[in-house]
């Protein structure tokens, strides 16, 4: 009896040591995917700020053609977008960086 006990609590520590690698190899990825996370949202940005910067130049350009002078551009939103993709480099790069120093493959 007290043998198989001792092989129940051998077991059951086994699990458990296990499930504690498991939830501290996801703790150690936490970051990995807060900035990944933030990534995604720079991807939806840049796009929303894309299509409102071609939107504009369409509304510039039809009002041009009515022969008024619009009094909006979309120089500021075309250099927030490419800020927006210097921003996203430098994100990819810090996120590879630490993909390789997380022990990824």
Same mark, same amino acid.
């Given at each position: 009896?007290?043998? /198989? =006990? !001792?092989?129940? *609590?051998?077991?059951?520590?086994? &699990? +458990?040591?296990?499930? %504690?690698?498991?939830?501290?190899? &996801? %703790?150690?990825?936490? #970051? /990995?995917? %807060? ?7 720079? /991807?939806? *940005?840049?796009? =929303? *700020?894309?299509?409102? !910067?071609? @939107? $504009? ?11 008024? $002078? #619009? ?5 500021? +939103? ?20 630490? @993909? *390789?120093e997380l022990g990824g493959?």
């Amino acid at each position: 009896m007290e043998e /198989y =006990t !001792a092989a129940l *609590v051998e077991a059951k520590l086994r &699990k +458990l040591a296990e499930f %504690e690698a498991k939830e501290a190899m &996801k %703790e150690k990825w936490i #970051p /990995y995917r %807060e900035l990944e996370a933030k990534l995604h949202e720079m /991807y939806r *940005v840049k796009d =929303t *700020v894309d299509t409102a !910067a071609s @939107y $504009t130049d369409e509304a510039s350009e039809k009002a041009q053609n009515l022969d008024m $002078t #619009p009094e909006f551009t979309s120089d500021l +939103l075309w250099e927030y977008s490419s800020e927006i993709d210097e921003l996203m480099e430098k994100t990819e790069k810090e996120l590879n960086e630490l @993909y *390789v120093e997380l022990g990824g493959e």
